[in-house]
T-cell receptor, first 114, second 115 residues
Framework: DSGVTQTPKHLITATGQRVTLRCSPR?????VYWYQQSLDQGLQFLIQ???????AKGNILERFSAQQFPDLHSELNLSSLELGDSALYFC?????????????FGPGTRLTVL | AQKVTQAQTEISVVEKEDVTLDCVYE???????LFWYKQPPSGELVFLIR??????QNEISGRYSWNFQKSTSSFNFTITASQVVDSAVYFC????????????FGQGTELSVKP
């Protein structure tokens, strides 16, 4: 158990809908990262927050947004969902904002868009 | 641009065999970090090792060992005396110093260890 929690574990929804994925980092970790894992794209970095501020951005679609709250938990919002958004979404956390600390991953949220 | 290549998509071995997973990376930055993660069938990603670009010493942890060679831009992972529990997808990843914590992953190598 990495100490990173993600809810829900599974999510099934329809095209055009909006969903929110939630992540709680390990105790004391200030950085939260979101990654998407799909069969065709592999593991892709989406976005990083450090202590509430956006720190780094990857190939995150405009339909996706994230935020980190004062209690350090993070939410990833996915809107106008398409079939291609079906994937496993991971949250990770680390103590620092750079590469100095390893990232610990949560169990993931499996999103299925029908 | 940075890139990580794991040319071996799938490897199948019999228990107790040694196996090496290859990883080749590309970056023009001189300061970077390399990682290996394991993804067992249960799906979570488990951190195995981190290496910075200034430390080329090989590392051994039990049956696991890593060989980092800057001259060939490789960071290979060897499992000695493989076991069925080693069956998983293994990912090599790269972080460049000035890009926050953005992990750039290879495509992964699926290792199957048969009894």
């Amino acid at each position: 158990d990495s100490g990173v929690t993600q809810t829900p574990k599974h999510l099934i929804t329809a095209t055009g809908q909006r969903v929110t994925l939630r992540c709680s980092p390990r105790s004391g970790d200030l950085s939260v990262y979101w990654y998407q894992q799909s069969l065709d794209q592999g593991l892709q970095f989406l976005i990083q927050y450090y202590n509430g501020e956006e720190r780094a951005k990857g190939n995150i679609l405009e339909r996706f947004s994230a935020q980190q709250f004062p209690d350090l938990h993070s939410e990833l919002n996915l809107s106008s969902l398409e079939l291609g958004d079906s994937a496993l979404y991971f949250c990770a956390s680390s103590a620092d904002r750079g590469p100095y600390n390893e990232q610990f991953f949560g169990p993931g949220t499996r999103l299925t868009v029908l | 641009a940075q890139k990580v290549t794991q040319a071996q998509t799938e490897i199948s071995v019999v228990e107790k065999e040694d196996v090496t997973l290859d990883c080749v990376y590309e970056t023009r930055d001189t300061t970077y970090y390399l990682f290996w993660y394991k993804q067992p069938p249960s799906g979570e990603l488990v951190f195995l090792i981190r290496r910075n670009s200034f430390d080329e010493q090989n590392e051994i942890s039990g049956r696991y060992s890593w060989n980092f060679q800057k001259s060939t831009s490789s960071f290979n992972f060897t499992i000695t005396a493989s076991q069925v529990v080693d069956s998983a997808v293994y990912f090599c990843a790269l972080i460049v110093y000035n890009q926050g914590g953005k992990l750039i992953f290879g495509q992964g190598t699926e290792l199957s260890v048969k009894p």
